[in-house]
């Protein structure tokens, strides 16, 4: 009865965001803190007949970020990938009180407006509810209070986070490889494209010098003309 009370309750504030002092949200949290800690086994005391590398409910962290590394580690065991999602907030300090990690392929994606111009998308998301949600309790420590091992796709155990990416986005994965080989061929052909210009300009150069030389021969010719000229005349 206190699990599925605590879980209940710790459900209804995943979208805590609000801040301000409240006495009733003080007394509240407090309750909350005291059941988690009542179902909360010590380090060293798993429940029987649960892996020491899965997740449980009242499972103790010392930190947010040391749970998201075990749950991100068992993710990578089991074959899939996770994605941070909702925080809850104090509405006493503003501070983080509350994380929920969850599948990446949990929820559906939008429709886009876009995708009867734009390529189509490969569909990544399906409704995955596999998820954990860890609460910071009085004592500092973050204890797990929500966990969903239950996936509604394939898993790939074994894979690290690069495959599982590969596996779900195959099309891209190719299509930035031929991305890829097309920009180096290309910046091939822009340093071509590049020597071919300054060698048009170093003659362009040349055939200017050469053309200022004969325009200034010409000039200096004609001076001398006139010159001689003026000189037969006196």
């Known amino acids: ?47 029987e007949g649960i892996p ?9 962290f010392e930190s947010e970020a040391a749970a998201h590394a ?7 065991r089991v074959g899939f990938i996770i994605r941070v999602s909702k925080l809850s907030r104090s509405r006493r300090d503003g501070s983080a ?22 390529r189509q998308r490969a569909e990544t998301r399906v409704g995955c509810r596999a998820m954990i949600l860890v609460r910071k309790v009085s004592s500092g420590k973050w204890v797990v209070t929500k966990f969903v091992k239950e996936h509604t796709h394939p898993l790939a155990p074994g894979k690290g986070r690069r495959d599982c990416i590969y596996d779900q986005y195959p099309n891209e994965h ?3 490889r031929e991305l890829t ?20 300009f170093e003659q362009i150069e040349e055939h200017n010098e050469s053309l200022s030389k004969k325009i200034q021969h010409i000039v200096d010719r004609v001076r001398e003309i006139e010159s001689k000229e003026q000189q037969s005349r006196v």
Do not use: W
């Open 174 to 176: 190719n299509k930035i």
């Open 52 to 60: 020491a590398d899965e997740p449980y409910v009242g499972q103790e």
């Open 97 to 118: 009180i509350g994380r929920a990690l969850v599948c990446n392929k949990e929820g559906f994606r939008m429709p886009d407006k876009r995708e009867k111009i734009v």
């Open 70 to 76: 075990f749950y991100n580690a068992y993710a990578t």
């Open 181 to 200: 080989q097309q920009l180096a061929i290309e910046k091939k052909r822009a340093a071509t494209y590049k020597r071919h210009l300054e060698l048009i």
């Open 1 to 47: 009865m206190v699990l599925n009370s605590v879980q209940a309750e710790a459900s209804s504030m995943e979208n805590e965001n609000e801040t301000g002092e409240n006495p009733v949200e003080e007394t509240f949290q407090q309750e909350l803190n005291e059941k988690v800690e009542q179902i909360s086994p010590g380090r060293d005391d798993i429940p």
